[in-house]
């Protein structure tokens, strides 16, 4: 811990106070110790906790905390009654931590890493220890250098601000990390106890039971509102055999919820589990807590007793019981030494500091006020004696000091105390004390505000023992005391190296102790001259005293001499004098008793991963005489064992003799990484002295990764797409098999597209899926151990991707992620950036960067990695290179740093971040267009153009919450941006806290240098104070900005209910606010009159803020309603959140209503340059209402084409379709034999951008895209397929998810996220609606099935059964078809039409498709649907999603659902005889709200092979394409009605409506139809293709296969088959009937349904018998037997 350097005197004086050194005669040094550092960023970090957090509506000022301690924060914040206790137990925590010094300097990235989990996983006293590592770390990198830092962790003046700024930025980033509520029980920002009951809860404990609920409810209620309220509430009951459940809380109700719960059961008194019970009370009670438990039976569980007492003196932890049973019958010792029965119950109370009360039954709640008083916070010790019973003598003295401090005393007697009476200072005599008794306890509460005589002084309080011993315990509840902290170190250890106490005192060790004083502030005890440490023995003989010379009675060190170690228990005592020269004293709570044993474990090496399984060895050491010791282990996950020897369980240790035993630790599965699992270790022998436990701690986690043996990043951006491949290969170089993990940090704005997992047999590809259902099978995965990883969201900047895989030893593994951004031009530049992040040096690491753009790059340049190292790195990264290419069209980037380089910052590698910026030449003023396969991307950033002049209003949040660090950001980066601004510009500055207020008088001032220095000198006066009154900003913002805007009109509408009316609201969905009549609208308009007021500024305002409102209005819909309202759309608003607490939800909400942008930054040691970063880029406006028009008959599909404002430095995107030319012309020259060729589009494309500049000019740019024109992207050999289209999807998906992300209305809110939803599966991309999954397929299949057969299985229990023909209810079927758009078809097609002919009806003809008439073939092309046709009639086939109907006879017909995954490809029927193979694609859609199935699957295409005839037919919902060896591809479109013929196939096409057409297909004298769906718009289903025979599957020759296909033998095989297949049928009280069918040797469950008739019309349906589970009960094989890998492949089943 730290260099307690001992002395040959009997006790050494602590001078230097600021730093854990125990040496006389330092010499004082121009620095300040890091424990002070610490203390000091952490009561800052409290300061803007509590600000964030104000108590019961009350304002906190930040700036009243003088002097500046922990103590002076609580006592402002909850109050002068308040203690400051457990704020200071956590700061000494970390800051005696943090003055240990490390064999090696650490990674910090790795030790912020575990911190966070450790917190996380609510190991909050080991978080603290590890949390004061990291803090050293930090403050080391500023004075590594020093001398007094290596000397005495000592820091000089001239790096104190550094220091603390760092150490403030990193306790802000544990809370954006870990989340406010786990912070704040991190550092103990709470006060109050612990009210924990254990409960024996058997059928003889009602009374009791009933009289803890009555007891529990009066402690609540009387301190409700109380600083006194318990902060947390446990609730264990127990008997035999079980304990529990545990309750673990801090609401009060769910506590009472809990007791109410709680009933007496089973038999009477007998032997319970209450050992088991009081640990599980331990574990999870607060340090300092008092611990109740009532029961009137023996412990059954007496072995557990020595862990018990070790892990409650661990903790400081109080043990009472209340018995109304003195068990007078049980055997008081068993077998093993262990105590039973009264004398168990009074060594864990004494050992404890606890008490034993025996009462009566009727007495238990009068018996349990005892409780209520012990539950008050800020109670500490006084003094604590033991007298002994002496009838001769019998009257004793207790003398105790009462300083002004104390506001009340609790006395306690217990044992044969008689009479017990006192005397008050500068007082004589004696007045008997009034109190209360329960059973051997006497107690009495002196509330000294009542007393009217001098209370301030020594008091005598008069004891009569005339029998048994006597304990009094003096206690008393105050704002100041102590925190004891003990240190021991082995004498034989020359490194002077101190470690914090974990048991008791060894006889071979030398002890230490340090005194941190709280509520030392402004009372005159802060000026106290001497202070006296004692060793006093439990019947109050001082056995060694020390005077402590200090000027700070707060900071104290002692170290004892060795032969302290060796005496009989004692307490520690300190007494010290105030300037007034009064008496105050304090005592450690717990009797120290010093041990012959020492115990020695360190677990900290151990790599202990959950679900696994290590052995240990632990070595007991016996300084004292030859005895025989029970060693015993225990934790609160039950981890750790003994490993048995299979004798007696008792273990010889001669005198200084060893023993060695082996500990078992195994990791529970579900045991989260981070969790320090705290081993107690107990050894007992039969001599009192041989008595010993400690504490040790292992991490649940891998400690050491795999070997990365590379990383790579190859990165191509095209026209601003960026799309980045990682890969990472690993190599498991342990012995033994672990845990491989890829984790990547990933932009906020980039969306993933695959991931794939490689090992030695197998690739395992990721499924993007909707994200509900992909949790549900992360969820299962998890659940069976199995493989799988997920994406989650991170933080507002970046989102985190990790996956795993289990590797075997010496085995490799190889991550493979793909994800795609669209780069953001900000400030002149484009920006791509890399997180490197691989936590171990890698021998191949490599990021490649292409970059290829359609104008030549003007400039490439590597950034400075930024690193999360305190001090920013200004240097390029050594292993970096650009090169040029093809006229500079072209870059690349390559980063390749040596091992040398990696390790520069940490031993654990790189963790930073690698960046490029890069801009492009700009020649015209409309910009740059980048055209691909369809689609175009429109880029322009004029170049050259003046800027307007601006008005900016800065509106900073200067509430409590902003305090310190934070406000001092704000403060340098608001001066900067004053500072920047043009001689042209106007502004203004807003402060808001309670009130909002302007220095400037709310007024524009002109940016000359006059104004800025006083506008400067304005800003660096502001202190943060008060609430966060957003509402009451904005009142003043446009205050501000109205003499210089057009006015806004005012008009009342009068409505009866006070609601408003009219088609906005309708559009709105949100309620209106109801003002005080009820009967009046108020709305804002803009006036039509010109006022000719500074309409050449741009106006914009930047709004800052760290938090949420809390004064005025606190509803943010309606301060968002409201400023809409008064803006009008007249100030672009851009907002700025700053760290985790803060909605920002809202500001993004507010900036997007209003023009703006809006911007999340944390609390960095940066955060004032990304400020002025952020307002450079929003405050250069240079055209307004900038508007870009395409011609409607071209272009289709465009991205936002109007923008409120054109910022220098950035740029505008518009992307879109071009629409292809749909027309045919018979008169052009033919073109290969049956090819249908549309003709290129149109080569130029005309356009126009619209804007306003200087005194509204407006700015008007033609130009061409001219379609024609050779791509520079295109040419290069770095291309992204399909750039264009992905970055158009890119953009729109975005801005769907922003739109639907700040949208109010449910229904609009849901349509949004359903088509971004659709959008994101039909791109295969992660956004926050979708989520990846990397499983096993077969894994995924069996929990898809699993998941799929629960749910239809709710479904077809619920489901009406319909008989009838006409179509069945919604309910009946989870379809989406819509059959009445078949109204029109009524013309059946004979079965042998396979040369089919149609003659024009007249109207126009297609338009301009040039064709060459084939020879053998005539195509007819029919500009009206006079003659129809309708679809075959089998109902044999598939509809919708999908339903399967076979029909084995006409009055019997199976059928069942098929699912899969988008993108599953799957073989629907092969026919041998005929070489005919129809596959299909699937295709999924979210299920509507409220479905049973998890989602809906869909066939999007159909592959028809005729091997025979060399013919492939592709058929999508949008066009059909025939392909033959060697000729063109003939696609035809299906908006149009044709046929063709030909000698060995025909096919028609008969459009039926926009969104329905059907396709008739003859082959080899098979018939098929197919439904083309066209679902454009839908939210919950797709373009897909319903298929059907013509008829039925007798038309399949025998031995047909597929999905459908297979069903042709089964119907072969039943010729009575509705016979022979049904039987068991019944019919149910719901009317539903079931039965079974013989199929494949096996008896199959159904249930009677309705489905839809596959190739039907008019709604029509049919009852089958439906089969669950997919049908695959009836299948021939596996349904993944049937799945494929392209669309035209043979499946592997038919090639034998």
Not at 639 to 648: F, P, V
Not at 963 to 971: A, C, E, F, H, L
Request: aromatic share 8%; hydrophobic share 35%; proline share 4%.
């Amino acid at each position: 811990m730290a260099n307690l350097v001992v002395l040959v005197c009997f006790a050494v004086i602590i001078t230097k106070i600021d730093a854990l050194q125990f040496n006389e005669g330092d010499v004082e040094v121009e620095c300040i110790s890091l424990k002070k550092a610490i203390t000091d960023s952490i009561t800052s970090a409290g300061i803007t906790f509590f600000a964030d957090h104000p108590r019961d509506g009350q304002v906190f000022d930040p700036n009243s905390v003088e002097p500046f301690t922990p103590s002076v924060l609580i006592e402002k914040f909850y109050g002068h009654e308040a203690s400051a206790v457990q704020f200071t137990e956590a700061i000494t925590t970390i800051a005696y931590a943090a003055e240990e010094v490390p064999e090696k300097r650490k990674d910090r990235d790795d030790m912020r890493r575990n911190l966070y989990s450790y917190i996380k996983a609510g190991s909050y006293d080991y978080a603290r220890r590890k949390a004061g590592a990291l803090l050293r770390n930090i403050a080391e990198e500023f004075v590594v250098d020093s001398p007094q830092w290596k000397l005495r962790s000592c820091i000089f003046e001239d790096k104190i601000y550094d220091v603390l700024e760092a150490l403030e930025v990193e306790h802000y980033r544990i809370l954006n990390e870990v989340g406010d509520v786990k912070f704040g029980h991190f550092l103990s920002l709470g006060i109050g106890s612990t009210l924990a009951f254990v409960i024996d809860d058997t059928g003889s404990m009602g009374g009791e039971i009933e009289a803890a609920k009555r007891r529990a409810r009066e402690i609540t209620d009387f301190s409700r509102g109380t600083l006194d309220a318990p902060q947390d509430f446990v609730l264990v009951p127990f008997n035999d055999p079980g304990v529990g459940p545990v309750t673990v809380t801090n609401e009060a109700a769910k506590y009472h919820e809990a007791l109410a719960r709680l009933r007496a059961h089973g038999g009477g008194d007998s032997p319970e589990l209450a050992m088991r019970g009081i640990q599980l009370a331990v574990e999870n009670s607060r340090p300092g807590s008092i611990i109740y438990v009532i029961t009137d039976a023996e412990a059954k569980d007496a072995r557990l007793q020595d862990t018990v007492v070790a892990q409650a003196r661990q903790k400081s932890i109080v043990v009472t019981f209340l018995l109304t049973n003195s068990l007078p019958g049980c055997v008081k010792r068993s077998t093993d030494g262990n105590r039973q029965c009264i004398e168990l119950y009074r060594y864990i109370a004494s050992a404890t500091g606890g008490k034993v009360l025996i009462i009566n039954k009727g007495g238990v709640f009068r018996a349990t006020s005892v409780v209520q008083s012990s539950t008050k916070q800020g109670i500490v010790n006084l003094k604590t004696v033991v007298f002994e019973g002496n009838r001769k003598r019998p009257h004793h003295l207790v003398h105790f000091h009462v300083d002004n401090t104390i506001q009340e005393l609790l006395l306690e007697g217990q044992g044969g105390c008689a009479n017990i009476y006192a005397s008050l200072p500068k007082q004589s005599k004696h007045m008997k004390l009034s109190g209360k008794r329960y059973g051997d306890i006497w107690s009495s509460d002196i509330e000294l505000a009542s007393i009217n005589e001098t209370w301030v002084g020594q008091w005598k309080l008069g004891v009569d023992v005339e029998s048994s011993s006597c304990e009094i315990s003096i206690r008393a509840k105050t704002t100041m005391g102590y925190v004891f902290t003990l240190f021991s170190k082995n004498q034989d250890d020359s490194s002077n190296t101190f470690q914090i106490l974990q048991g008791n005192p060894s006889a071979d060790s030398t002890l230490g102790v340090t005194l941190d004083g709280y509520g030392f502030g402004e009372n005159e005890l802060g000026e106290a001259r001497t202070a006296e440490l004692k060793c006093v023995s439990k019947n109050g003989s001082v056995l060694h005293s020390a005077d402590l010379k200090s000027t700070k009675p707060d900071e104290l060190r002692h170290v004892f001499e060795s032969s302290v170690t060796k005496l009989d228990p004692f307490y520690i005592m300190i007494e010290g004098l105030d300037r007034s020269g009064n008496h105050y004293q304090r005592m450690h709570a717990s009797l120290i008793t010093p041990s012959n044993i020492r115990i020695d474990c360190d677990l900290s090496n151990l790599t202990i991963v959950a679900g696994s399984t290590v052995r240990t060895n632990i070595t007991i050491v016996n300084n004292g005489l030859k005895d025989q010791f029970v060693v015993t282990t225990s934790d609160e996950f039950g981890a750790s064992s003994l490993l048995s020897s299979g004798g007696s369980g008792r273990w010889t240790i001669p005198s200084q003799g060893k023993l060695v035993r082996t500990l078992t630790l195994s990791a529970a599965s579900e045991l989260r990484d981070g969790t320090a699992v705290q081993v107690t270790i107990v050894a007992r022998g039969k001599l009192k002295e041989s008595f010993q436990h400690a504490k040790c701690t292992f991490v649940v986690g891998q400690k050491k990764r795999p070997r990365i043996d590379s990383f790579s990043v190859k990165t191509v951006i095209n026209a601003r797409f960026a799309e980045t491949v990682v890969t990472s290969e690993v190599t498991n170089n342990a012995a033994v098999g672990r845990e491989a993990e890829f984790d990547m940090l990933l932009p906020k704005a980039a969306f993933i597209t695959a991931i794939r997992v490689e090992l030695q047999n197998e690739t395992i590809h990721g499924v993007i899926e909707e994200k509900k259902k992909a949790k549900k099978i992360y969820d299962k995965a998890k659940e069976r151990g199995t493989v799988a990883g997920h994406v989650a969201a991170r933080d507002s900047s970046t989102r985190s991707y990790r996956t795993s895989m289990f590797v075997e030893a010496g085995q490799k593994v190889r991550f493979v992620l793909t994800y795609q951004q669209f780069l953001i031009r900000a400030r002149g530049r484009y920006e791509y950036a890399v997180i490197l992040k691989p936590d171990q040096p890698i021998r191949s690491l490599t990021v490649d960067v292409h970059i290829s753009e359609e104008k030549p790059l003007s400039f490439v340049r590597v950034a400075p990695l930024k690193t999360t190292s305190a001090n920013l790195v200004d240097d390029v990264p050594p292993g970096s290179s650009v090169t040029f290419g093809r006229h500079n069209y072209e870059s690349h980037v390559r980063y390749h740093p040596d091992l040398a380089e990696q390790t520069k910052w940490s031993p654990k590698g790189i963790a930073g971040t690698f960046s490029i910026e890069y801009d492009v030449q700009r020649d015209e003023m409309y910009g740059d267009i980048a055209w691909n396969n369809g689609y175009f991307a429109h880029f322009f950033a004029p170049p050259n153009l003046p800027p307007l002049p601006k008005m900016v209003v800065t509106v900073v949040d200067i509430s409590g919450s902003m305090y310190g660090y934070k406000i001092k950001q704000v403060v340098d980066a608001l001066t900067s941006i004053i500072q920047s601004l043009h001689e042209n510009d106007k502004f203004n500055v807003i402060f808001f806290g309670d009130d909002a207020t302007s220095p400037m008088n709310n007024s524009m001032l002109e940016a000359n240098k006059e104004n800025i220095i006083k506008a400067v000198a304005d800003i660096k006066q502001i202190k943060a104070f008060g609430g966060t009154n957003m509402s009451g900003a904005f009142d003043v913002l446009f205050q501000t900005f109205n003499p210089y805007m057009p006015e806004l009109e005012i008009k009342e509408e009068t409505s009866g209910s006070g609601s408003g009316s009219g088609p906005d609201k309708e559009l709105s969905g949100e309620e209106p606010i109801d003002n005080a009549e009820g009967d009046v609208t108020t709305t804002l308009e803009l006036s039509k009159r010109d006022t000719g007021l500074d309409l050449e500024y741009a106006k914009m305002a930047v709004f800052l803020t760290d938090g949420r409102p809390s004064a005025g209005e606190t509803d943010t819909k309606k301060i968002r309603k409201s400023v809409k309202s008064m803006n009008q759309d007249r100030i672009a608003i851009h907002t700025v959140g700053l760290g985790s607490l803060v909605d920002y939800g809202f500001l993004e909400k507010l900036a997007h209503e209003n023009g703006g942008t809006s911007r999340r930054i944390f609390e960095e040691i940066d955060a004032d340059l990304q400020i002025r970063n952020f307002f450079e880029e929003i405050s250069n406006p240079v055209l307004n209402d900038v508007t870009f028009e395409y011609p409607a008959e071209k272009t289709d599909d465009l991205t936002e084409t109007t923008f409120s404002v054109f910022l220098g430095g950035s740029e505008l995107v518009v992307a879109g379709r071009v629409k292809p030319h749909d027309e045919f012309d018979a008169t052009e020259d033919f073109v290969d034999e049956l090819d249908i060729m549309p003709v290129k589009a149109s080569e130029m494309i005309p356009g126009q951008i619209r804007g306003k500049k200087f005194n509204d000019e407006t700015e008007i740019l033609d130009f061409d895209i001219d379609l024609k024109k050779t791509s520079k992207i295109d040419d290069s050999r770095r291309k992204i397929q399909n750039y264009t289209e992905k970055l158009w999807a890119f953009l729109t998906l975005q801005k769907t998810l922003l739109d639907a992300s700040i949208e109010d209305n449910k229904t609009v809110k849901e349509e949004l996220n359903a088509r971004a939803l659709n959008m994101s599966l039909e791109y295969g991309l992660v956004t926050p609606l979708t989520s990846l999954v990397v499983i096993r397929p077969k894994e995924k299949e069996a929990i898809e099935s699993e998941l799929n057969e629960a749910a239809a299985s709710t479904t077809s229990t619920s489901a009406p059964i319909t008989t009838t023909t006409t179509a069945p209810a919604v309910a009946a079927f989870d379809g989406d078809v819509e059959y009445s758009e078949y109204e029109d078809l009524h013309e059946p097609i004979s079965d042998h039409a396979l040369s089919l002919e149609f003659e024009p009806r007249g109207g126009p003809l297609l338009r301009k498709y040039p064709v060459r008439r084939p020879t053998s073939a005539r195509l007819h092309f029919f500009g009206s649907r006079s003659r129809t046709a309708s679809p075959g009639r089998s109902g044999t086939g598939f509809v919708g999603d999908p339903h399967f109907v076979i029909p084995v006879k006409p009055e019997f017909k199976i059928c069942f659902n098929f699912d899969g995954l988008t993108g599953e490809i799957y073989n629907f029927v092969v026919d041998p005889l005929r070489q005919i193979i129809v596959n299909g694609i699937l295709i999924n859609s979210p299920a509507p709200p409220g479905a049973k199935r998890v989602k809906r699957t869909y066939v999007s295409t159909l592959g028809i092979v005729a091997h025979r005839l060399r013919k492939k037919i592709l058929v999508t919902p949008s066009q059909i394409t025939i392909m033959e060896p060697g000729s063109a591809n003939l696609t035809l479109p299906t908006v149009e009605r044709f046929t063709v013929t030909k000698h060995d196939y025909a096919l028609q096409v008969i459009p039926i409506s926009t969104r329905i057409s059907i396709v008739k297909i003859g082959i080899e004298g098979l018939n098929f139809n197919v439904t083309l769906n066209r679902r454009r718009r839908a939210v919950y289903s797709r373009d897909h293709l319903d298929f059907s025979l013509f008829s039925d599957l007798r038309s399949l020759s025998s031995g047909s296969d597929g999905v459908l296909g297979q069903f042709r033998d089964l119907i072969s095989r039943h010729e009575h088959a509705g016979k022979n297949m049904l039987r068991n049928v019944t019919v149910a009280e719901d009317g539903i009937r079931r039965a079974q069918i013989h199929a494949r040797g096996k008896n199959l469950p159904v249930v009677e349904r309705s489905m839809p008739i596959p190739g039907s019309h008019e709604h029509e349906s049919t009852t089958c018998w439906y089969l669950h589970k997919n049908g695959v009960e009836a299948m021939k094989r596996p349904k993944s037997s049937f799945k494929i890998h392209t669309l035209f492949d043979t499946p592997k089943f038919y090639l034998g």
